[in-house]
């Protein structure tokens, strides 16, 4: 099955810094990678997606890359505020016939931006 | 607000007990899926189910069942609780783009 890796695990950053995780998977099936922001004791919620025909995507101060032939993408935050601080996990997944994607997540990354 | 609901928030229960929680998705969305989120196992998906069948498995484990009513909403049954059961549980329900939205969260504690 499929298995992802993400890195760091804690992300430390001053407020205004750029901050960057990044994931890796096993399986060149997957085409469709999300980002989830999880802030304490709440719900993850999709920030970003990036599908395996696009090699970038970008909104406002966050933007994913992806690689393909390397099989990693990466979240990158820019101009970080103390409200970004939370649990990011991403995800790879694909869609066999029937439409269901199936995620396996990262074990996540907990961003602490300083102010 | 994602639209998904769950009940209930939370749930003190003893060892041995069986336990069910309830999932609603967003209005249209025909998929949902049920995942555990520990802090040594990360998130980790469960079950998912498309219209009322039983689409995928994952980690789930047998003393763990689930299914989806003709109104789309759907139970996750826990039996024969185990400390180790103690966990947030989500429900996700999604179309089939894959992009999917979690409800709030069910928080199991098992004594």
């Known amino acids: 099955g499929e298995n992802v890796e993400q890195h760091p695990s804690t992300l430390s950053v001053q407020e205004g810094d750029s901050a960057v995780i990044k994931c890796t998977y096993s399986?060149?099936?997957?085409?469709?990678f999300p980002w989830y922001k999880q802030e304490l004791g709440k719900r993850p919620q999709l920030i970003i997606d990036i599908r395996s025909n696009v090699g970038e995507k970008k909104d406002q101060r966050i933007a994913v890359t992806l690689n393909k032939t390397a099989k990693h993408f990466s979240l990158h935050i820019t101009e970080t505020q103390p409200e970004d601080s939370a649990v990011y996990f991403c995800a790879a997944s694909k869609a066999p016939g029937g439409g269901s994607y199936i995620p396996t997540f990262g074990r996540g990354t907990s961003l602490i931006v300083h102010p | 607000d994602s639209g998904v609901t769950q009940t209930p928030k939370h749930l003190i229960t003893a060892t041995g007990q069986r336990v069910t929680l309830r999932c609603s998705p967003r209005s249209g969305d025909l998929s949902v899926y049920w995942y555990q989120q520990s802090l040594d196992q990360g998130l980790q998906f469960l079950i998912q189910?498309?219209?009322?069948?039983?689409?995928a498995k994952g980690n789930i484990l047998e003393r763990f069942s689930a299914q989806q009513f003709p109104d789309l909403h759907s139970e996750l049954n826990l039996s024969s609780l185990e400390l180790g059961d103690s966990a947030l549980y989500f429900c996700?329900?999604?179309?089939?783009?894959?992009?999917?939205?979690f409800g709030p969260g069910t928080r199991l504690l098992v004594l």
């Open positions: 189910y498309y219209n009322g069948e039983e689409r």
């Open positions: 399986d060149s099936a997957s085409n469709y």
């Open positions: 996700a329900s999604s179309v089939s783009t894959g992009t999917q939205y």
